[in-house]
């Protein structure tokens, strides 16, 4: 297992969450880590990747914007994705992946899906 994300569940509109991604395997210090989902019958679709350095860059637009934040803990070994004022829309299986990244410059964050680490997901559910 090389990323593990936790947090999921079922949450009503409005209410936040934040799900986890950690790592038994590798320290996410040295890794760019990017956050995924994918809705029932659709395709998996990039949300935000976080650098070494913390800059973040999403990749989503649209209606994700503004509501979603990544952020990084290295001292916990977890990079974390809060979902702000989640809606129907955004229920889906949440995957964070990662790239090993210390030999590129900090802000390094790749773009698409080129990323060889991934969780196994966790589901959220946005339901009244």
């Known amino acids: 297992v090389q990323l593990v994300e936790s947090g999921g569940g079922s949450v009503q509109p409005g209410a936040s969450l934040r799900l986890s991604c950690s790592s038994p395997?590798?320290?996410?210090?040295?890794?760019?880590v990017a956050w995924f989902r994918q809705a029932p019958g659709k395709g998996r679709e990039a949300i935000s990747c976080?650098?070494?350095?913390?800059?973040?860059?999403?990749f989503h637009v649209g209606s994700i914007q503004g509501r979603f934040t990544v952020y990084r803990d290295n001292a916990k070994n977890t990079v974390s994705l809060h979902l702000n004022t989640p809606r129907p829309e955004d229920t889906a299986i949440y995957y964070c992946?990662?790239?090993?990244?210390?030999?590129?410059?900090?802000?390094?964050?790749?773009?698409?899906?080129?990323?060889?680490?991934w969780g196994q997901g966790t589901q959220v559910t946005v339901s009244s």
């Open positions: 992946a990662g790239k090993f990244a210390r030999d590129r410059r900090p802000t390094y964050c790749p773009r698409g899906s080129d990323y060889p680490a």
């Open positions: 395997a590798f320290s996410l210090a040295d890794y760019a």
């Open positions: 976080i650098s070494r350095a913390g800059d973040t860059s999403t």
